[in-house]
């Protein structure tokens, strides 16, 4: 049974700075696709930041240069440092791993993520004061 265990979330003030951790059971994130994805109370879940197969993160617009997602392989932990918080930051955080796709294509194995991811989370809730 797979589960992804959120922590870190809590109050912070605008321009702060906190971590979110992701603990996986289950499931190996190096072996995964990963990410970070957020929601807050009246809008739709947008992805944050995301770790490809090689190792490439991508993040959204909003949080470019303030947010840094990594992992740590030997602890199958997955992280996001949320730097220069701002009140749109404000939003359940949640984790996500999926399994991407494999392709040979003569003798180079390529990897791509899914549309959809499997494994998610319950939610970290971040909130931001002034």
């Known amino acids: 049974q797979v589960r992804l265990v959120e922590s870190g979330g809590g109050s912070v003030q605008s321009g702060g700075s906190l971590r979110l951790s992701c603990a996986a059971e289950?499931?190996?994130?190096?072996?995964?696709?990963v990410g970070w994805a957020r929601q807050a109370s009246v809008q739709d879940r947008e992805w944050v930041a995301r770790i490809d197969m090689d190792d490439r993160m991508t993040y959204a617009d909003s949080v470019q240069g303030r947010f840094t997602i990594s992992q740590d392989k030997t602890k199958n932990m997955l992280y996001l440092d949320v730097n220069i918080v701002k009140p749109e930051d404000a939003a359940m955080y949640t984790c996500?791993?999926?399994?991407?796709?494999?392709?040979?294509?003569?003798?180079?194995?390529?990897?791509?993520?899914?549309?959809?991811?499997?494994?998610w989370g319950q939610g970290t809730q971040v909130t931001v004061s002034s």
């Open positions: 289950g499931i190996t994130f190096a072996e995964n696709c």
């Open positions: 996500a791993a999926g399994r991407p796709t494999r392709y040979n294509d003569y003798g180079t194995v390529y990897y791509k993520c899914p549309r959809v991811y499997a494994y």
